[in-house]
């Protein structure tokens, strides 16, 4: 297990090797009481980033639930006003209404967000977010290589064919 400050290391040191153009960096701590600690680690890193024209998403994932929507959307805005230029959040699908939901705050979110966004739902209920563009309004899909790294992603051939297939 890679501790926070190993991987503020890691992605430090991507920045300043002049070698990457985007930077996702993972905002779990927005909604626990350790946020302001948290923030303030990240804030010298994201102001170098875009110093030197690198883009940054800021991500937050969700392994155990699908919070309720306001707190997504508040999420998305912080994200924002953090200054990513895309935002994102994935949470996990127990149901079919926490898709609905997750997709119905990507509908909001593409109104109200001055950046684009990617709302992912993880799990088999949540699959749909990852292809449906009749749905979402989220700005990027992906699939692995390899290994899936979250519950319900798709293979590179299993994407391709559900986005050709639409």
């Known amino acids: 297990h890679i501790s926070a400050q190993e991987l503020l290391m890691i992605r430090r040191s991507a ?3 002049g070698k990457i153009d985007l930077l996702d960096v993972e905002v779990y701590w927005l909604r626990n009481a350790q946020s302001d600690k948290k923030l303030s680690m990240y804030i010298d890193l994201l102001e170098e980033a875009k110093a030197s024209g690198i883009r940054c998403i800021l991500s937050w994932h969700d392994f155990s639930d699908t ?4 707190m997504l959307l508040k999420i998305l805005d912080t994200q924002m006003k953090l200054g990513a230029d895309i935002c994102k959040i994935a949470t996990m699908a ?3 209404e926490d898709t609905s939901r997750v997709l119905e705050v990507s509908r909001r979110a593409a109104e109200l967000l001055d950046v684009p966004h990617i709302a992912l739902v993880m799990g088999d209920l949540g699959k749909s977010s990852r292809y449906d563009r009749s749905s979402s309004r989220t700005c990027i899909t992906f699939a692995p290589l390899n290994q899936s790294s979250a519950p319900g992603q798709f293979s ?3 994407l391709s064919k559900r986005l050709n297939s639409i």
């Open 67 to 70: 919070p309720e929507e306001d």
């Open 94 to 96: 127990k149901t079919e």
């Open 15 to 17: 920045v300043e090797s």
């Open 156 to 158: 590179v051939s299993e």
